[in-house]
Nanobody, 126 residues
Framework: EVQLVESGGGLVQAGESLRLSCAASGFTFDDYAIGWFRQVPGKEREEVSCIMRSDGSTHYADSAKGRFTISRDNAKNTVYLQMDRLKPEDTAVYYC???????????????????WGQGTQVTVSS
């Protein structure tokens, strides 16, 4: 069974940091793109960052560049999102998602995911 489990969300003040984790299990693909998305009520889910399981190629949305860092630990089948200098506008539910047909590069991220985690709330107070 394919499963994605996020953790690490919480309530922080503006300027502080959080690290989100996404533990993946049950995937049989040789390679896949795994991304972090976020969603606020009334808006579409948007990609924040993604990374390739194989070569670690990454993509960042403009909102994440310079503040967020995505990384992976293939031995643990876990992807991390280090979020620094958080802003109130980063408040959202953060989801990890997998698309085994996509490829993350500097110019191209994920617009879709075949599999989703349950989400973790990130709240940044001003």
């Amino acid at each position: 069974e394919v499963q994605l489990v996020e953790s690490g969300g919480g309530l922080v003040q503006a300027g502080e940091s959080l690290r989100l984790s996404c533990a993946a299990s049950g995937f049989t693909f040789d390679d896949y793109a795994i991304g972090w998305f976020r969603q606020v009520p009334g808006k579409e889910r948007e990609e924040v960052s993604c990374i390739m399981r194989s070569d670690g190629s990454t993509h960042y949305a403009d909102s994440a560049k310079g503040r967020f860092t995505i990384s992976r630990d293939n031995a643990k089948n876990t992807v991390y999102l280090q979020m620094d200098r958080l802003k109130p506008e980063d408040t959202a539910v953060y989801y990890c998602g997998v698309d085994h047909g996509a490829y993350c590069t500097g110019d191209y991220g994920l617009s879709f995911a075949e599999y989703w985690g349950q989400g973790t709330q990130v709240t940044v107070s001003s």
